[in-house]
Every structure is written in C-alpha cells, then in structure tokens.
C-alpha cells in the first residue's frame, strides 16, 4: 500500500470547534470547514475503504465458521448447550463433630480465628430459613451471614456456613431476648411480620450505681431484615450507633427491698393482684389500662415515607438526648430509621411504663395458625405482667398482675392437672374474673372419686433463686414445686401411687438407686413431643416434661400432676455436672419403617461443654414392669467445646446438604397460614421434629461464638442428606 492511502500522523493538540457550540463535528462539517482534500477527508476514505477490503477478503467459509461461533439462527441445541457457563460449585459443607457413642453432631460456624461477637451472647434469632442469624449481645445486635458472597476473578462466588461472617448491625443497645410474634411471607425476599424483642442501654464499667432500664418493644421484621441486608453489603464494619436514643435513665431507684418469705407458697398466694384492680386512686376498670397494638407495625412492610414511632421514655429525656428527627436525609438515615421502627409495648399511663423488664415469656398454640391468640408474661422485680392479645386480634391486654416476694429468675407456660380434695384459702377459691380465668373455664368440671377434676389448666412454671413455683392462671392459685422423693412426705390423696408404680420409680434410676445429694438449682422445664405411631394406642401423653434440679432430671408426663413431687417419673437422668440449661429432642432415625427405633436426645448445657444422654422412647412407654430388672443405661457422651456454653434457640437443619435446605421453605409458609396441603404438613412436620439446637460458647475473654447440635440420628452421615 502506497503512502496516499496510509493514515496521517496525529496532530499535537487535538482539533477544536471554531464555532463554540460544544457539539462534535461531523465529517461533512469538517470537510465544509477545511475542503475536500483535508487529512479528515483522506481519513474518512482510508476507513469506508479498509472496512471493504476486509469483507472482501473474508471467504464464504469463513462467514459460515462465525455464523456458528455466534448467535446465528443456525446455531444447533447441542452446540447452544455446550457454550453455557459450567454450574457454580455448591458452597463448602461442615464437617461435623459426631459427639460419640451417641448420634449427636456438633456444628461450628465461620472461622476459628475470628469471635462471632466480643461480648456476652444473649439470645438469636433465624431469620430467612437460617440463612442470616440475628444475635443480641452486650454490645448492640450483629447479624451472621451464612452464605456469605464475595467477587472473585471467576465472578459472585458464594461460600458456606464454615466461611459464615458475623457483621455488627447497631450498638449502644443490648438485645437480650428476641421472639418472632407474627411473620408471613410475601414472596418477594423480605418476610412482614412483627419481632418481640427486650432492649436496654449498654452497661457502663465505670458507673455501677444504677442499671439502665430495660425495655419491651415490637419491632417491624421487614425493617430488621433490612437493616440486617444492608449491614452484611457494608464493606467496612459501620454499625448504627443507637447511644443517643437508647440509654434511659429513671429518676427513682430501681431496687425495692422484701423481706424473705419462710414460705414461698403462703407469701404468693396471699399476695397475688388480678390486672382489672389499679391503683388506689384509679377505678377498677381493665380498659382504664391502655393497650399495646401492633397492627399498623405488622401491616408496614418497611420503613417509607413517615417517620418511625418512637419510644414514649426517650420524649422524656433531656433536650442533650432529643434528636432532630425532621433533618434526616432518609437515604443516608435509612438504616437508623430501621433500627428505630418500632412501636414499645409499656405505653404512658400504664403499670410498666418506667419500670425495667427482666425478662419474658409468650405462649401461642403450637397448632394454631390465625392472628392473636397470645399470653405473654413480663417479669419485673417484684411482680410478674400477664397480657393476653385475643384471637383475632394485634393488641396485647394487661388480664392479670402477680406480686412475687422474690425476684423470678425464669418463667415458663406449661399444663397441668387439676385435682380439687382440699379446701382452698378465700384467695384462691374467689379469682376476681378476667378473660384468661373466663376462656380456661369455659369448660365444666367433673366429680372424680377423689374430688373435683378439673380440664387441663394453663400455669406459670416460676424459678426463683432455690424454690420453683407454679401459678394457676385461671384462678390464681398457688404451690411449690418439688421433684419426686424431695419432698418431706408424699401426699397420696392427690395421686395414689401402686405398689408397681412404686416398684418401677425405684428402678427408675439408672442403677444408681437413691443416693443423697443436696438441692441444686431448677433449670427452665423442657417440653418435648412424642411421636404418633398409627394403629398403636400408648396410655401415656402425647407429649412429656423434662424437670431438672441440680444433676437430676426427671421426665413427667404431660401435663404436669397435681403434686410433681407425689407422681413418680417415667426417667430420672443424672448429669455429671449441674447443668445451666436443658433442651431435648425426639430423633427418629427409622425411614419407611424400617431402621432402628426411635429415641429422645436430652442435651445439657453448661461450664463444662455440652453433655448428652440418649433414652430409647419404648422405655418409656412401658408403664408396668415385671420383676425387678435393671432398666437400660442411657447412652451418655459429652464434649468440651472450648469454655462455657448456653442454650440459644431451636431450629436448623445443618446436617443436611445446602441444596435441601432452599426445601425448608415450606415450614415459614405453613407457619404463616399460606399452604394448607397435606403434603406441606407432613413436610412441615418432619423438618420440625429433626430442628436442631442453637448454643452460644465463651472461648476467651472477647470471643464468643454460636455454634448448632442436632442430626437425625441416623446410623451412618450419608442417611441425613435424603432423608427429607
């Protein structure tokens, strides 16, 4: 090619327009501006003649060979297939610690270099079928992510629950409870629902004078599950800082001085306030009490256009603590304005305003699928809340108020029996009515041999610092609790015992016959469900406790006896060490029927690590024994994990693979009362019954961790991936 078709040299500066109109110049302009014989004309000619130069040279062969390297219309199925990326490799499963000889297998999260929190774990909540872990801690609330996404030179690629990130969502306040009142799913990623959840100021080391006031405050889910997305997309650790709005302070003391009762039993029973009596000065009306709603809470899928509700004990703070809500840039505040959709459960002019919460209990029927129908209980420092937000409903009332002469350390809803053979104080045989005492007598009772026998009533199931308690809710009335044989002497008028019972209960000890040992302390009772077996007719409940004081746990029937310490119990278990919390769970390891039968796994937690003892369910079921054969020994085995441990939660399936676990869905919609298939039950079914067990471990002075227990308990790891 000759010099006159090469493309000139580029100019030292650039080419500008002589008219000043900004706009680029086209080549008939710059041929107007600079002739026809110009460089940019030459240009223009060299470029439209290479362009058909190359079409010229391509050969018909080599069209063709592009066609097909392309999107062309002749491009066959086949080939079309083959030029797709490869699938993505699934995330890096756990390898679980298999807590030997029994099935139990122990799960730990994220790296082992780096603490999920640096402070105390309090409590946690799963959210998104486990797939980000809400933890409320000392420090704030933080969130885990166990699928965790990062870009890579390969592109997203998505890691497992051994690489799961713990980010911090807010500080300044401590989550110590968390509870999901309501959730539905919309089907676009971010469920609506309603979060129960007890908050309080961080706790300041260098002033010990007074503890901040904890509060009781239902939050928006949609708004947390948001907060949580945006705190797992931050970069770099920023968490909210909740410091200006969250620290309350009260003008009065906190701490009431009581005199210690002699008799747990006569100081509640005498001391006991129905909610409809107030104040002296306030009429003894219940609607004089203001409500607690969280309909408009539960309706809002997130944060919009108006601004948050905000806590009726921060209107009252100082103009130091008062924000300027007005001048918020929503975009750059939106996370702030998440944390503070809320709406608090203590209004101004009722008998929790003010007053810190220690902590909480809510009750719903395990069947029940509607809106409402919930008991909370709130316990304080001397006295114990009981609200009820009727079926139907998204409000809490205040039914009934308990004054405790000790500070309860625990409260539980469990069933109980009702035999009535002796007379009853004025206190206990004229309840003041209320819709909790109207709705659990709407039954009628019967006339036994022994008395009056009474339809199974809800009770509170109280743990004080050395006694336990159980407080009817219905009619208020009072007992102490004792395990079996603890009691001084064994009332038989309220549950005869046979001579075979009594055989049974003294072979009920795993060989280690009645040995002394001093009290302990009660741990919260643990409630596990059997499971149903068609054709088979079992004179037992359907469901048991698990009552444990000490090293000693017994398993009782459902509901609880009249007198816990006249009924002898189907189990007594004996730990090494004393336990701080118990939970168990029913494994059934067999498929099609077939398989090894089915059992319950108890599981303590405490200083030393995690302790298990395995119990097959026939055992149980038998209630007469011949002779007096040795019971089978529980299958034990225990396991340090690294400090102190403490139960979280139920739910999971991490001994399942990742891919079943999208399957898991199904219980969030059965929950919420979108799919009513029979299928969808059963599913729902199944996976509920094989949830594992959530803990927390302190392995050093700032590491605190989360890890899961759980497992079918089938005979070999390969069973639990298709098991479901």
């Not at 300044?172 to 509870?179: A, I, P, R």
């Not at 690590?609 to 038998?622: K, R, T």
């Given at each position: ?251 009065q003391s906190l701490s009431r ?99 810190s919460v220690l902590f909480y ?101 109280v743990i004080f610092e050395k ?258």
């Amino acid at each position: 090619m000759d010099d006159s078709q090469s493309p000139p040299a580029v100019p030292a500066f650039p080419e500008r327009d002589q008219q000043g109109s900004g706009d680029l110049p086209t080549y008939d302009d710059l041929a107007s501006q600079h002739g026809p014989n110009s460089r940019f004309g030459r240009w223009r000619q060299w470029i439209e003649k290479r362009a058909a130069e190359r079409y010229t040279d391509t050969t018909p062969e080599e069209i063709q060979r592009r066609r097909e390297r392309g999107w062309g219309a002749g491009v066959s199925p086949v080939r079309r297939g083959q030029l797709l990326l490869p699938e993505p490799s699934p995330p890096a499963t756990l390898i679980p610690e298999v807590l030997s000889p029994s099935r139990l297998k122990l799960y730990q999260f994220g790296s082992r270099f780096l603490p999920h929190t640096t402070t105390q774990i309090r409590c946690l909540l799963p959210l998104l079928n486990d797939q980000i872990l809400l933890i409320g801690h000392d420090g704030g609330l933080s969130v885990m992510d166990m699928f965790p996404r990062e870009w890579t030179d390969d592109g997203l690629t998505e890691k497992g629950p051994p690489d799961a990130e713990a980010r911090p969502i807010w500080e300044g306040d401590v989550v110590y409870q968390m509870s999901v009142l309501e959730m539905e799913s919309t089907g676009q990623g971010t469920p609506q629902g309603v979060v129960l959840a007890l908050v309080g100021p961080v706790l300041d080391e260098s002033s010990k004078e007074q503890e901040g006031i904890r509060t009781l405050r239902m939050y928006n889910l949609a708004s947390l599950v948001s907060l949580a997305k945006w705190a797992i997309a931050q970069k770099v650790s920023s968490p909210v800082t909740l410091t200006g709005c969250g620290k309350h302070h009260s003008g009065q003391s906190l701490s009431r001085k009581h005199r210690q009762q002699t008799s747990l039993t006569k100081g509640l029973r005498s001391l006991v306030i129905d909610s409809p009596i107030a104040q002296p000065q306030t009429p003894p009306d219940a609607s004089s009490e203001p409500q607690a709603s969280y309909s408009d809470l539960a309706d809002a899928p997130t944060y919009s256009k108006r601004l948050p509700p905000r806590s009726s004990e921060q209107r009252a703070e100082s103009d130091e603590s008062q924000w300027s809500w007005d001048a918020m840039d929503d975009m750059h505040d939106l996370p702030l304005l998440w944390a503070a959709h809320y709406t608090p459960l203590a209004s101004p002019g009722s008998r929790m305003h003010n007053t810190s919460v220690l902590f909480y209990e809510f009750y719903r029927h395990e069947y029940q699928r509607s809106r409402g129908g919930v008991l909370l209980a709130v316990a304080t420092k001397s006295n114990i809340f009981l609200y009820e937000a009727p079926k139907g409903e998204r409000a809490f009332h205040l039914v009934k108020e308990f004054y405790t002469p000790l500070t309860a350390r625990s409260i539980s809803f469990v069933q109980q029996s009702v035999l009535d053979v002796i007379p009853r104080s004025s206190t206990d045989a004229s309840p003041r009515k209320s819709r909790v005492a109207q709705d659990r007598h709407s039954r009628g009772a019967s006339m036994g041999p022994d008395g009056y026998r009474y339809p199974t009533q809800l009770s509170l199931f109280v743990i004080f610092e050395k006694k336990a308690g159980l407080i009817r809710i219905a009619d208020s009335a009072v007992g102490e609790a004792e395990l079996y044989e603890e009691s001084g002497s064994l009332q038989q008028l309220l549950n005869p015992v046979s001579p075979a019972m009594a055989r049974r209960s003294r072979t009920s000890w795993d060989g280690r016959g009645f040995a002394k040992e001093h009290k302990g302390v009660w741990v919260p009772p643990a409630k596990f469900d059997l499971p149903s077996a068609a054709g088979a007719s079992r004179p037992i409940a359907q469901s048991m406790y698990v009552l444990t004081r000490g090293r000693i746990s017994h398993v009782v029937p459902h509901p609880l006896p009249p007198s816990v310490s006249a009924a002898p119990p189907y189990r007594v278990l004996v730990w090494s060490s004393q336990p701080a919390s118990i939970s168990c769970r029913v494994c059934m390891p067999a498929r099609d029927g077939e398989g090894p039968p089915p059992f319950l796994q108890v599981v303590a937690f405490g200083e030393t690590g995690i302790e298990v003892q395995e119990v097959a369910l026939p055992s149980l079921f038998q209630v007469e024994r011949k002779g007096k054969r040795r019971e089978d020994e529980p299958v034990r085995a225990s396991v340090d994990v690294g400090g102190d441990t403490g139960y979280l939660c139920v739910g999971g399936h991490w001994s399942r693979p990742y891919y079943a676990l999208t399957r898991s869905a199904s219980v969030e919609s059965y929950d919420s009362g979108v799919s009513g298939w029979s299928d969808h039950t059963v599913l729902a079914e199944r996976l509920r019954i094989h949830q594992g067990i959530y803990g927390w471990v302190r392995k050093g002075l700032e590491d605190w961790r989360v890890f899961w227990v759980g497992g079918t308990g089938a005979e070999h790891e390969d069973d639990d991936d298709d098991y479901v």
